[in-house]
């Protein structure tokens, strides 16, 4: 059993940057971000495998985000620059103890094992 500790929400204003942290309890080789806002489903945002090659974003949060890893402390950041209010959402993150083979993978919400409690962002107009 792998838990996530998730930490890093808040209150910003549009243009603002947060960062988000993820440890995991164990080892786990995917790690990926998702979000969802209130009355929306819960969509990826970025996710990343053990080697920098295997990282990926959604389409609306390339340029603006960066998920990167420390393997030595077995935790994954993700960045957020320029956040915007439509960008307000619980933020979770989700593990996996096997790599995924490709993108499509990582979108799938089914298939992470391990899911955190979730940390709000709310990013104000």
């Known amino acids: 059993q792998v838990q996530l500790t998730e930490s890093g929400g808040g209150y910003v204003q549009a243009g603002a940057s947060l960062r988000l942290s993820c440890a995991p309890s164990?080892?786990?080789?995917?790690v990926s971000w998702f979000r969802q806002a209130p009355g929306k489903e819960r969509e990826f945002v970025a996710g990343?495998?053990?080697?920098?090659?295997?990282?990926y974003y959604a389409d609306s949060v390339k340029g603006r985000f960066t998920i990167s890893r420390d393997n030595a402390k077995n935790t994954v950041y993700l960045q957020m620059n320029n956040l915007k209010p439509e960008e307000t959402a619980v933020y979770y993150c989700a593990a996996a103890t096997w790599s995924f083979k490709d993108y499509n993978a990582y979108q799938r919400t089914g298939d992470y094992k391990y899911w955190g409690q979730g940390t709000q962002v709310t990013v104000s107009s």
């Open positions: 164990g080892l786990a080789f995917t």
């Open positions: 990343r495998g053990w080697s920098a090659d295997d990282t």
